[in-house]
Protein backbone atom coordinates (compact mmCIF):
# COMPACT_ATOMS: atom_id res chain seq x y z
CA UNK A 1 0.00 0.00 0.00
CA UNK A 2 2.76 2.05 0.54
CA UNK A 3 4.13 2.17 -2.60
CA UNK A 4 0.76 3.08 -4.41
CA UNK A 5 0.99 6.09 -2.54
CA UNK A 6 4.00 7.41 -4.40
CA UNK A 7 2.49 6.33 -7.70
CA UNK A 8 -0.55 7.97 -7.45
CA UNK A 9 1.36 10.87 -7.13
CA UNK A 10 3.51 10.58 -9.39
CA UNK A 11 0.44 9.96 -12.48
CA UNK A 12 -1.38 13.05 -10.80
CA UNK A 13 1.61 15.20 -11.65
CA UNK A 14 1.92 13.23 -15.00
CA UNK A 15 -2.06 14.27 -15.82
CA UNK A 16 -1.66 17.95 -14.52
CA UNK A 17 1.16 18.47 -16.58
CA UNK A 18 -0.46 17.16 -19.40
CA UNK A 19 -3.43 19.24 -18.98
CA UNK A 20 -1.76 22.67 -18.00
CA UNK A 21 0.02 22.04 -21.56
CA UNK A 22 -3.01 21.20 -23.33
CA UNK A 23 -4.43 24.27 -21.67
CA UNK A 24 -2.29 26.33 -23.22
CA UNK A 25 -3.45 24.93 -26.88
CA UNK A 26 -5.68 27.16 -28.88
CA UNK A 27 -8.58 25.39 -30.12
CA UNK A 28 -8.92 24.17 -33.59
CA UNK A 29 -10.70 26.48 -36.11
CA UNK A 30 -14.10 25.65 -36.48
CA UNK A 31 -16.51 27.21 -39.66
CA UNK A 32 -18.55 30.14 -37.79
CA UNK A 33 -21.00 29.16 -40.40
CA UNK A 34 -21.84 25.63 -39.10
CA UNK A 35 -21.89 26.67 -35.16
CA UNK A 36 -25.39 27.79 -34.46
CA UNK A 37 -25.64 30.21 -31.15
CA UNK A 38 -26.84 28.80 -28.66
CA UNK A 39 -27.77 29.78 -24.92
CA UNK A 40 -25.50 27.65 -22.54
CA UNK A 41 -26.19 28.37 -19.27
CA UNK A 42 -28.39 30.61 -17.23
CA UNK A 43 -27.55 31.91 -13.90
CA UNK A 44 -30.32 32.83 -11.02
CA UNK A 45 -28.79 34.66 -7.82
CA UNK A 46 -30.84 33.39 -4.95
CA UNK A 47 -30.15 34.77 -1.37
CA UNK A 48 -31.94 31.75 -0.10
CA UNK A 49 -30.87 29.08 -1.85
CA UNK A 50 -32.62 25.76 -0.60
CA UNK A 51 -35.64 28.42 -1.11
CA UNK A 52 -35.09 28.87 -4.57
CA UNK A 53 -34.56 25.16 -5.18
CA UNK A 54 -37.74 24.78 -3.85
CA UNK A 55 -39.65 27.64 -6.12
CA UNK A 56 -38.05 26.42 -8.94
CA UNK A 57 -38.95 22.88 -8.54
CA UNK A 58 -42.08 23.30 -7.76
CA UNK A 59 -43.04 25.76 -10.77
CA UNK A 60 -40.20 24.28 -13.56
CA UNK A 61 -39.69 21.50 -12.87
CA UNK A 62 -36.40 22.13 -12.33
CA UNK A 63 -34.39 19.19 -10.66
CA UNK A 64 -30.78 19.76 -8.54
CA UNK A 65 -28.15 18.48 -10.95
CA UNK A 66 -25.65 18.63 -8.42
CA UNK A 67 -23.91 21.24 -6.21
CA UNK A 68 -20.53 22.66 -7.96
CA UNK A 69 -19.60 24.29 -4.60
CA UNK A 70 -21.79 25.34 -1.22
CA UNK A 71 -23.00 28.98 -3.46
CA UNK A 72 -22.91 26.99 -7.01
CA UNK A 73 -25.75 24.47 -7.97
CA UNK A 74 -26.59 23.45 -10.54
CA UNK A 75 -30.39 22.69 -11.93
CA UNK A 76 -31.74 20.97 -14.86
CA UNK A 77 -34.85 20.81 -17.10
CA UNK A 78 -36.63 17.30 -16.73
CA UNK A 79 -36.31 14.97 -19.05
CA UNK A 80 -33.26 14.71 -22.40
CA UNK A 81 -33.27 18.13 -23.50
CA UNK A 82 -30.53 20.21 -25.05
CA UNK A 83 -31.87 23.32 -23.75
CA UNK A 84 -30.26 25.32 -21.32
CA UNK A 85 -28.75 24.35 -18.19
CA UNK A 86 -29.77 26.53 -14.94
CA UNK A 87 -26.64 27.51 -12.60
CA UNK A 88 -28.41 28.90 -8.98
CA UNK A 89 -25.69 31.03 -7.36
CA UNK A 90 -25.72 32.44 -3.98
CA UNK A 91 -26.32 36.27 -3.89
CA UNK A 92 -23.39 38.51 -2.74
CA UNK A 93 -24.94 41.23 -1.43
CA UNK A 94 -21.38 43.35 -2.39
CA UNK A 95 -21.30 42.89 -5.51
CA UNK A 96 -23.40 44.44 -8.33
CA UNK A 97 -25.76 42.20 -10.51
CA UNK A 98 -28.94 41.51 -12.36
CA UNK A 99 -31.13 38.93 -11.78
CA UNK A 100 -32.28 39.36 -15.30
CA UNK A 101 -35.41 37.63 -16.83
CA UNK A 102 -35.60 34.07 -19.07
CA UNK A 103 -38.50 33.00 -21.05
CA UNK A 104 -39.71 29.35 -21.11
CA UNK A 105 -42.03 27.27 -23.05
CA UNK A 106 -44.76 25.30 -21.04
CA UNK A 107 -47.74 22.96 -21.53
CA UNK A 108 -49.67 25.48 -19.78
CA UNK A 109 -49.52 29.08 -18.50
CA UNK A 110 -52.42 29.22 -16.22
CA UNK A 111 -51.26 26.10 -14.59
CA UNK A 112 -47.46 27.31 -14.06
CA UNK A 113 -48.83 30.89 -13.18
CA UNK A 114 -50.43 29.28 -10.19
CA UNK A 115 -47.61 27.22 -9.19
CA UNK A 116 -45.93 29.98 -9.14
CA UNK A 117 -48.43 32.18 -7.03
CA UNK A 118 -48.50 29.46 -4.50
CA UNK A 119 -45.09 29.75 -4.13
CA UNK A 120 -45.05 33.46 -3.46
CA UNK A 121 -44.53 34.83 -6.89
CA UNK A 122 -45.18 38.08 -7.56
CA UNK A 123 -47.46 38.65 -10.98
CA UNK A 124 -46.02 41.07 -13.65
CA UNK A 125 -48.29 40.65 -16.73
CA UNK A 126 -51.34 38.14 -16.11
CA UNK A 127 -52.02 35.05 -18.55
CA UNK A 128 -53.24 36.70 -21.89
CA UNK A 129 -53.08 34.92 -25.31
CA UNK A 130 -51.26 36.80 -27.98
CA UNK A 131 -53.44 39.42 -30.47
CA UNK A 132 -51.29 37.58 -33.47
CA UNK A 133 -49.93 34.63 -32.96
CA UNK A 134 -51.33 31.29 -31.05
CA UNK A 135 -49.46 31.99 -27.55
CA UNK A 136 -50.43 32.12 -24.27
CA UNK A 137 -47.99 33.95 -22.20
CA UNK A 138 -47.62 35.13 -18.34
CA UNK A 139 -44.89 36.63 -16.80
CA UNK A 140 -44.16 36.72 -12.79
CA UNK A 141 -40.96 37.53 -10.82
CA UNK A 142 -39.50 35.26 -8.04
CA UNK A 143 -38.91 36.52 -4.14
CA UNK A 144 -35.08 37.39 -5.45
CA UNK A 145 -36.20 39.34 -8.56
CA UNK A 146 -36.02 36.98 -11.80
CA UNK A 147 -38.48 37.78 -13.99
CA UNK A 148 -40.00 34.85 -16.03
CA UNK A 149 -42.30 34.28 -19.00
CA UNK A 150 -43.51 31.27 -19.57
CA UNK A 151 -45.28 30.86 -23.08
CA UNK A 152 -47.48 28.27 -24.41
CA UNK A 153 -47.44 27.86 -28.21
CA UNK A 154 -50.75 26.32 -29.70
CA UNK A 155 -50.75 23.22 -31.50
CA UNK A 156 -49.74 23.23 -34.96
Do not use: C, W
Amino acid sequence: MARMFPVTLTAAAALLSVGAALAQQPLPATDAAQVTPTIVMVRIYAADMAKSEHFYEEVLSLRVAGALSEREHALKFPGPTTAAGVLLLKADPKAPQSNGSMVVRVGDVDAVLSRAVAQGAKVIRPAQSGPVSNTRYAMFSDFDGTMIEVTQFAAP
